[in-house]
């Protein structure tokens, strides 16, 4: 995971007045950071270059297995997540300091590089390869319902950290990117959770697709396909 401090230092004469007039403590200030959220799918790609054996070592390496046909098809897909936040110094009164706020919270969480496998060795167009092709298609396509399913979330999620974040006290203007770093890990810390929830949801998807009933259910397609091809 990628954090990103974006620090926007804003000058004394930039902030209104009623900031430097009335506030005395940093609690008194109104938390209301704009929220920018982004999303990708990734660029879909196939690899067709490898064989069975390697095509495992790629599932084992990542903590997946299948079975049966299916262990001739993989599809991979990286979740990414980057956070990036703006905070400004609000100057209090009587050179008390200042109170730094979040002014832009930009929040991305998305896919990279979503890769389908289909090992060199299934015979192109037979019932196997077609097979397991449209389960590694399937894969993907779980993907992205899930990520489409989890934005509003995301966006909801967002905006309830952000608006939650407490102002920090500095006393001099060189604090901004300490307190900055302080208050972006704390808006990590609370989203990480909502994507750890994410995650565990996807999988849980992803399990009603790789389990022995479905492999079963899915071999006899191309069984019962090939053995009335014979009878032909």
């Keep these: 995971m990628k954090k990103i401090v974006f620090v926007l230092t804003l000058c004394c004469s930039f902030i ?22 982004s999303t990708s799918y990734g660029q879909l790609q196939y690899d067709f270059s490898k064989n069975t054996k390697k095509i495992s070592q790629i599932a084992a390496r990542i903590g997946h297995k299948e079975t049966s046909a299916f262990a001739t098809g993989l599809a991979t897909v990286r979740v990414e997540n980057e956070y990036v936040l703006g905070t400004k110094a609000v100057p209090l009164s009587q050179n008390k300091g200042y ?7 930009k929040v991305y969480v998305g896919f990279s590089r979503p890769v389908i496998y289909i090992s060199k060795e299934l015979p192109k167009n037979s019932c196997q390869y077609n ?4 389960h590694e298609q399937t894969h993907q396509r779980i993907n992205k319902t899930a990520l489409d399913y989890f934005i509003p979330y ?6 309830k950290i952000g608006h ?10 060189t604090q901004i990117d300490k307190a900055t770093d302080d208050m972006t890990q ?10 750890d929830v994410f995650k565990k949801e996807l999988a849980v998807e992803q399990g009603k697709l790789d389990n022995q009933t479905n492999y079963t259910i899915e071999d006899n397609i ?4 090939n053995a009335k091809q014979l009878r032909r």
Excluded: W
């Design 131 to 134: 097979l397991v092709m449209l």
């Design 164 to 173: 939650e974040l407490k102002p920090i006290h500095i006393e001099k203007l």
């Design 186 to 195: 704390e808006f990590t810390d609370r989203f990480d959770k909502v994507l």
């Design 222 to 225: 191309c069984k019962n396909f």
């Design 99 to 105: 109170c730094l706020v979040p002014e832009i919270i």
């Design 154 to 159: 995301f966006r909801f999620a967002a905006e």
């Design 16 to 37: 209104p007045h009623a900031y430097s007039a009335d506030l005395q403590v940093c609690g008194d200030i109104d938390v209301s950071p704009d929220i920018e959220f």
